[in-house]
């Protein structure tokens, strides 16, 4: 029973106020899920008590569970390296290195949302980022090259949702495979297969520049990843379409008869997902002050790695945006920790592999847990 | 043909003319013509296979047909997508519950409303301001088929922990809270118990009458359709064999010997 963000645009007490008639009980501040639970049981006694109070460990680690992992790994670094962890240079680092993959795991994240999946982001962000070096090469004024990464990724992200709806490929899998292998041959097309160096300074500063804050230097990389991941939050709650997104994902057949245009929204997703993998792109040319035209191979399976190990559903309609975040820092955190502890750099994707098994199966665990539960 | 109160009939809601529909050269439906009155609950009945659930599909969308017309309040259904069927006030019930399972049943109602928000990213983000008026307005209407169902006390229930039944009625909840003017049922008391299909019989009776309603029925259950439908549509092999009053489509020869006579021999 995972918890969504509460529904619509006003908290339930407001509701409750507004609401005059007797209603008003039932929607008070406890009747949450979990306390609801609590009240209908009520009469069964003790055992009803356990079984909520249960409930409520169950749901607070549904929800946050994935946050306690990121604790849990921050403590034992920090024990692992007491002298480098926790040095504000450690983790502004951690914060600029995970900030790219964090962009490419929210545009994939609102895809597996609506049960698809996104094959094509890294060969996207390296379309992006070879367009913005191309851009700066010639001799483009800089808000051109900001802009034009993201136009970039959005354009090979529309084409993504329409092959899908008007095509009526079966799978978005097939679909973005074929823009995987497309962009990046376009990317290689467009530089004649060698890198690109030299960026206008307003792009470096987005993606290697620091906001001066009281006294620290805070990456602009990681700002422009916070922006980003309150506003698609924002969105998914507050808006019609966020709402239709969960919607698709939970179930399609039900969405359409409920008269959600289905096709246009994945036509939006899919574009959507493809402007946040040209904003990648762009800060990483950024940080590199160069684009390379085998930039992001692979870097579609990371972002996948962060929305699942952040607890959202490969089989769409569930997940929040927090889990995302936390999963992009998990990955951050042992590439972190493994680095400061010269482990090879091989062992870091074993291991990565054996977190996604293990995160995952333990949501699987605890999932049956709770159903037996009810 | 008269509705439950005897008046005469008035002008047909929905208008079925020669419909055809068939997959890959095999036939599921061919020529069906009837009409379907305002306010009255039609029951379509025939054994499996018949083409009943295709001729549902055909109406909201899922299907197109190769032949025929459908006219919904004088307007042309053929060719129109899914949504904007709904959007034009036809809502409908799966034989298989389709529901969004993560969601409370609260959420799930919610999303019926949605084809009458007027909200795009811009209203729904106005917090304090006409965006939570209308939030409210629809939560009220949620809340009146919340009641309506008698299902208060699951609201915040996850809808996949709930019961087979509880799910029924929470579909039919969802399909209700778009406030449609034809609501298509396909064997919404399918898999239930005698208790659990009086009780749906009951929410059927009261949506129709109290809402005015139109809804169009696939039932197995001969008793229940006789009871509560004013006419009845008759199918077999995709074909319409009978039409008209459950008393009249009882004494139908071509009926009892298509369908009703298999259940007592």
């Known amino acids: ?374 | 043909m008269a509705d439950r109160n005897g008046a005469s009939m008035p002008e047909a809601q929905m208008q079925i003319e020669g419909i055809g529909l068939s997959f890959g050269g095999v036939r599921a439906l061919s020529g069906i013509t009837f009409n379907i009155y305002p306010s009255t609950i039609q029951a379509i009945i025939g054994p499996n296979g018949a083409g009943k659930t295709s001729m549902l599909n055909c109406i909201s969308g899922l299907y197109k047909p190769q032949q025929g017309q459908i006219r919904f309040e004088g307007q042309n259904l053929i060719g129109r997508a899914p949504h904007e069927i709904a959007r034009l006030g036809i809502a409908r019930s799966f034989q298989n519950i389709e529901l969004f399972r993560h969601m409370t049943v609260v959420d799930n109602l919610m999303l019926g409303r949605h084809v009458h928000m007027r909200g795009g990213v811009l209203t729904g983000g106005l917090y304090w301001g006409p965006g939570q008026r209308e939030e409210i307005a629809h939560r009220e209407a949620v809340e009146q088929v919340i009641d309506l169902l008698e299902i208060q006390s699951i609201r915040k229930k996850t809808v996949g922990s709930l019961s087979y039944g509880l799910q029924k009625r929470v579909e039919l909840g969802r399909a209700l809270a778009m406030h449609p003017r034809l609501l298509l049922l396909d064997e919404p008391m399918a898999g239930m118990n005698s208790e659990e299909k009086e009780d749906m019989a009951r929410f059927i009776l009261d949506i129709s009458e109290e809402q005015r309603t139109t809804i169009v029925l696939i039932e197995h259950d001969m008793g229940v359709v006789m009871d509560i439908s004013d006419n009845v549509a008759v199918l077999e092999f995709g074909q319409l064999i009978a039409y008209g009053t459950p008393a009249e489509v009882k004494a139908n020869p071509a009926v009892i010997a298509a369908y009703l006579g298999q259940e007592h021999s």
């Open chain 1, 1 to 374: 029973m995972r918890k969504k963000p509460v529904w619509g645009f006003s908290p339930n007490w407001v509701l409750a106020r507004k609401l005059k008639s007797e209603r008003n009980d039932l929607l008070s501040e406890s009747d949450q899920s979990v306390g609801a639970e609590r009240i209908y049981d009520a009469e069964t006694g003790d055992l009803a008590n356990f079984k909520a109070r249960l409930a409520t460990i169950t749901y607070l680690l549904d929800r946050y569970g994935v946050l306690l992992l990121v604790v849990g790994m921050a403590t034992v670094s920090f024990f692992l390296e007491p002298e480098v962890f926790l040095t504000w240079r450690n983790v502004s680092n951690i914060f600029r290195q995970i900030s790219f993959n964090a962009i490419l795991a929210l545009g994939v994240f609102l895809v597996i949302l609506t049960a698809g999946i996104d094959l094509s982001v890294g060969s996207i962000l390296a379309l992006a980022m070879m367009t913005a070096a191309v851009l700066a090469r010639d001799g483009y004024p800089w808000p051109l090259i900001i802009l034009a990464p993201i136009i970039t990724g959005g354009l090979v992200g529309a084409v993504n949702g329409l092959g899908l709806t008007w095509l009526r490929l079966p799978h978005p899998f097939i679909m973005t495979l074929g823009t995987l292998n497309i962009a990046r041959g376009l990317t290689n097309l467009i530089s004649g297969g060698v890198p690109i160096s030299g960026l206008p300074e307003p792009v470096r500063w987005l993606g290697a520049g620091n906001l001066r804050l009281a006294n620290l230097d805070f990456p602009v990389s990681f700002a422009v990843v916070l922006i980003c991941y309150i506003l698609v939050s924002l969105f998914l709650t507050y808006t019609r379409t966020g709402r239709h997104i969960y919607a698709i994902g939970g179930n399609p057949q039900a969405a359409r008869v409920s008269g959600i245009n289905v096709d246009r929204t994945l036509v939006f997703v899919y574009t959507v997902c493809g402007m946040f993998a040209g904003l990648s792109g762009l800060l990483l040319a950024g940080r590199t002050n160069s684009g390379f035209p085998n930039a992001g191979v692979g870097q579609e399976l990371d972002a996948i790695s962060a929305v699942i190990i952040g607890g959202a559903s490969f089989f769409g309609g569930r997940g929040t945006v927090l889990g995302v975040f936390a999963g992009a820092l998990v990955i951050g955190l042992m590439r972190n920790i493994l680095n400061l502890r010269n482990v090879p750099v091989f062992w870091q994707q074993v291991l990565i592999g054996v977190v996604i098994i293990v995160v995952v199966a333990l949501d699987v665990l605890r999932r049956r847990g709770s159903s037996t539960l009810r």
